[in-house]
């Protein structure tokens, strides 16, 4: 079982990928697990206007339970 699924809401509590991300919540994208495409990061959307989708480790993001 993999720790995120498509839809979950989570809280990114730092991102290598763009560091104006951490504080945010977003929206996890991917359908399966991630892969060496994404080097094990997850796609995380839906966290600001001026900031696109992000790619982060599993230990940088915190589920908020919604």
């Known amino acids: 079982?993999?720790?995120f699924k498509?839809?979950?809401e989570v809280r990114i509590v730092s991102c290598e990928d763009d560091p104006r991300a951490?504080?945010?919540t977003?929206?996890?994208v991917d359908e399966v697990p991630?892969?060496?495409r994404t080097?094990?990061?997850w796609?995380?959307?839906r966290i600001g206007i001026l900031i696109g989708?992000?790619?982060c480790h599993t230990h940088e993001l915190q589920k908020t339970g919604r």
């Open 22 to 24: 951490a504080g945010r």
């Open 1 to 3: 079982m993999s720790a």
């Open 34 to 36: 991630p892969g060496p």
């Open 53 to 55: 989708p992000v790619l």
């Open 6 to 8: 498509a839809g979950d």
């Open 43 to 45: 796609t995380v959307h």
């Open 39 to 41: 080097q094990g990061r």
């Open 26 to 28: 977003g929206r996890i």
